[in-house]
C-alpha cells in the first residue's frame, strides 16, 4: 500500500483501527448482532469525515484486495448507504475478469449492496426490511 497517500489525513489511521476492530470481531463470532455495533462504527466515521471521501475509496477498495485489514462485511455494509460509483466501478471490474470463484462471489455479494432491496441486508439490524414494508414494496412492484 502506498502509506505516503493512506497517511496523509490524520483520520486514515483511524479508519484502519476501526476495521481492525471489526475483523477481530468477525473472526470471533458468527452473530451479526455481535458485529453490527462495529460495521456502523466505521460508517458513522467515513459520514463525519466527508473530506476524506477520496482516500475512503482508495481504503475500500484495498480492504476487498487484502482481506487481513477487515472483512469484506465492512465494505457491503458501507456500501448499502454510501453507494459510492467508483466502489461500484472497481467491483465490477473484478466481477468481469475474475477467474476465482469466491473472489466471484464477495465481489457479488458486495454489489448487491447497492441494490434496493439489499438481500443479504437482513443480516443487519439497520437494513432489515420490516413484513410490512416488503408488502408495500411487493404491491408497488406489481402497479
Not at 466515521?45 to 476524506?52: A, T, W, Y
Not at 453507494?83 to 475478469?97: K, M, N, S, T
Not at 465481489?107 to 410490512?132: C, H, K, M
Request: a negative charge; proline letters at 6%; aromatic letters at 14%.
Amino acid at each position: 500500500m502506498n502509506k505516503l497517500y493512506l497517511n496523509s489525513s490524520a483520520s486514515i489511521p483511524q479508519f484502519w483501527q476501526l476495521c481492525a476492530e471489526s475483523k477481530r470481531l468477525d473472526e470471533s463470532t458468527l452473530d451479526s448482532r455481535v458485529l453490527e455495533p462495529s460495521l456502523f462504527a466505521l460508517l458513522d466515521f467515513v459520514r463525519s469525515h466527508p473530506e476524506d471521501r477520496d482516500l475512503f475509496v482508495y481504503c475500500f477498495i484495498h480492504l476487498l484486495h487484502w482481506p487481513e485489514f477487515g472483512p469484506f462485511n465492512l465494505i457491503e455494509y458501507c456500501m448499502a448507504e454510501l453507494r459510492w460509483p467508483e466502489v461500484r466501478d472497481h467491483l465490477e471490474g473484478i466481477a468481469r475478469v475474475t477467474p476465482e470463484l469466491r473472489c466471484l462471489y464477495i465481489v457479488n455479494r458486495i454489489l448487491a449492496a447497492f441494490n434496493d432491496p439489499w438481500v443479504n441486508g437482513q443480516f443487519y439490524e439497520r437494513y432489515r426490511v420490516t413484513e410490512s414494508e416488503n408488502k408495500v414494496e411487493l404491491a408497488a412492484s406489481r402497479n
